[in-house]
């Protein structure tokens, strides 16, 4: 039984990356024998990591036809980037009130990680900026804020993988550093001032666009299965 879970684990794993990367785009049909076999497991541990990046949002299971990336469509981008702003207000007003010891140590680590993905045009640098607003929640020490959050920043991903135009990440990461030095400050005013342009920023980059969704599903997942965190 662990060992099901552990390879299940793994899958469920890789195929996040794969998502939140934007290399897995919304749309992109997951069949349960090819990541089975991509993986060298049975259709069962596929199907229960499939069903885990359901629980997340992130993959669609319909009935007949399988499994596939989530395709959100416009009135849902607008109502999660509308909660999204809600939510990392709040996040924002708690941790000018009370930020942990260590808590900005962990959020200039993490953006010198952010530059360093990007210095090598990698993939990852897509997945650890909405993992940056991930992690000033898990800041506040609030489940539910916790929870909420990595749900609207999962959600957000796709939105972007589907509508998104190319943007500078340089500014984003800039965004990021600012909006530190805010809470250093613990300047509540500033820190909300800077979140709001920057959450404007990320939602006035979706625009519908037709976009392939046919990628050889095997190729991606050979390069993920051995990627790290």
Do not use: W
Not at 15 to 33: H, M, N, S, V
Not at 62 to 77: D, F, S, Y
Not at 171 to 179: A, N, S, T, V, W
Request: charged share 30%; with cysteine; hydrophobic share 40%.
């Amino acid at each position: 039984m662990s060992t099901n879970l552990s390879r299940s684990d793994a899958i469920y794993a890789s195929l996040r990356r794969a998502i939140l990367e934007q290399a897995l785009k919304p749309g992109t049909k997951l069949p349960e024998d090819s990541i089975g076999d991509t993986f060298s497991v049975s259709r069962t541990s596929a199907r229960n990591a499939l069903l885990r990046l359901a629980a997340d949002g992130l993959v669609e299971i319909k009935p007949n036809r399988g499994a596939a990336v989530a395709m959100p469509t416009l009135e849902e981008a607008e109502e999660v980037f509308a909660l999204r702003r809600c939510l990392e207000r709040e996040v924002i007003e708690r941790l000018c009130k009370r930020m942990p010891r260590d808590g900005i140590d962990a959020l200039i680590s993490h953006v010198r990680e952010e530059e360093r993905a990007l210095q090598a045009s990698s993939p990852r640098s897509i997945r650890l900026a909405g993992e940056f607003h991930i992690l000033l929640a898990e800041l506040t020490g609030s489940k539910l804020l916790i929870d909420f959050i990595s749900q609207v920043v999962s959600r957000s991903s796709l939105i972007l993988a589907r509508f998104g135009r190319p943007h500078s990440a340089e500014c984003g990461i800039d965004e990021h550093i600012q909006l530190i030095e805010a809470l250093k400050q613990q300047n509540i005013k500033a820190a909300g001032h800077i979140m709001d342009h920057h959450l404007h920023a990320v939602e006035d980059r979706a625009r519908a666009d037709d976009k392939d969704i046919g990628p050889d599903i095997t190729e991606i997942l050979n390069r993920y299965m051995s990627a790290s965190d």
